[in-house]
C-alpha cells in the first residue's frame, strides 16, 4: 500500500531564504507526482507535475525533482516571499486511474 | 467557468439529515475525483469517475455516501443521515487525462453536522 510522507510538518523562515521541502513514498511504482498548495479555507492549487519519466519541473522560483528510485520528491523554493505562506501538499498517482495518494502536507510561514 | 465549481460553499446540517454536494468539472475533463479533508487529517480519496465506465468507489467510507455523474460532467455527493463524524471539507477534482494528468480541484465544500 502507497504511503506518502512529508517532512517537516512545519517550517517557518525569514523572507528571502531559500527552502526545500521533503516528500517521500514507500512504492516506486508511481504514474506521476503532484505538489500543491493550499491556503487557509481553500482547496488545492497545482503547482508542479512531475511524470514519473522526468526528474524535475520548474515553475518560476519553484523547482521539483523526483527520483523513483529511492522514493523522494523535494520542492525547492527559492528567495522565499510572505505570499508563499501556506500548506504543501504533495501526492502521489500509483495506478493508472488518475488517484491520488496525499501526504499530510507542510506548512510553511515565511515572515517579512 | 474556467475551474471545478463546487457548491454550497458551507453547508450546515443537523445530525441524521441527508445532504447533497455538488462539483461542476472544467469542460472537457473526462476524469472526477471526490476528496475528503478532514480536521488534522490528510485527503482521502472517495470516488472516481472516468466517462461511462463504473466509478471506483473503494474510498467511500460507509453506505450512507453515495456518488453519481450525470451525462459525464456535473457529479452529486449525497450523503445520507448524516453523523457528526461527517464533518469535513469535500473536495472534488477533475483531469483531462486520467493516469498522467493534472488534477485540478475546487474550493470545497464545508460540512459541518451538529
Known amino acids: 500500500k502507497q504511503e506518502v510522507t512529508q517532512i517537516p510538518a512545519a517550517l517557518s523562515v525569514p523572507e528571502g531564504e531559500n527552502l526545500v521541502l521533503n516528500c517521500s513514498f514507500t512504492d516506486s511504482a508511481i504514474y506521476n507526482l503532484q505538489w500543491f498548495r493550499q491556503d487557509p479555507g481553500k482547496g488545492l492549487t497545482s503547482l508542479l507535475l512531475?511524470?514519473?519519466?522526468?526528474r524535475e519541473q520548474t515553475s518560476g522560483r519553484l523547482n521539483a525533482s523526483l527520483d523513483k528510485s529511492s522514493g523522494r520528491s523535494t520542492l525547492y523554493i527559492a528567495a522565499s516571499q510572505p505570499g508563499d505562506s501556506a500548506t504543501y501538499l504533495c501526492?502521489?498517482?500509483?495506478?493508472?486511474?488518475?488517484?491520488?495518494?496525499f501526504g499530510q502536507g507542510t506548512t510553511l510561514q515565511v515572515k517579512p | 467557468g474556467a475551474g471545478v465549481s463546487q457548491s454550497p460553499s458551507n453547508k450546515v446540517t443537523e445530525k441524521g439529515k441527508d445532504v447533497e454536494l455538488r462539483c461542476d468539472p472544467i469542460s472537457g475533463h473526462t476524469a472526477l475525483y471526490w476528496y475528503r479533508q478532514s480536521l488534522g487529517q490528510g485527503l482521502e480519496f472517495l470516488i472516481y469517475f472516468q466517462g461511462n465506465s463504473a466509478p471506483d468507489k473503494s474510498g467511500l467510507p460507509s453506505d450512507r455516501f453515495s456518488a453519481e455523474r450525470t451525462g459525464g460532467s456535473v457529479s452529486t455527493l449525497t450523503i445520507q443521515r448524516t453523523q457528526q463524524e461527517d464533518s469535513a471539507v469535500y473536495l472534488c477534482?477533475?483531469?483531462?487525462?486520467?493516469?498522467?494528468?493534472?488534477?485540478?480541484f475546487g474550493e470545497g465544500s464545508r460540512l459541518t453536522v451538529l
Open positions: 477534482a477533475s483531469s483531462q487525462n486520467r493516469a498522467t494528468g493534472e488534477l485540478f
Open positions: 501526492a502521489v498517482c500509483s495506478g493508472n486511474t488518475g488517484k491520488l495518494i
Open positions: 512531475i511524470q514519473s519519466s522526468q
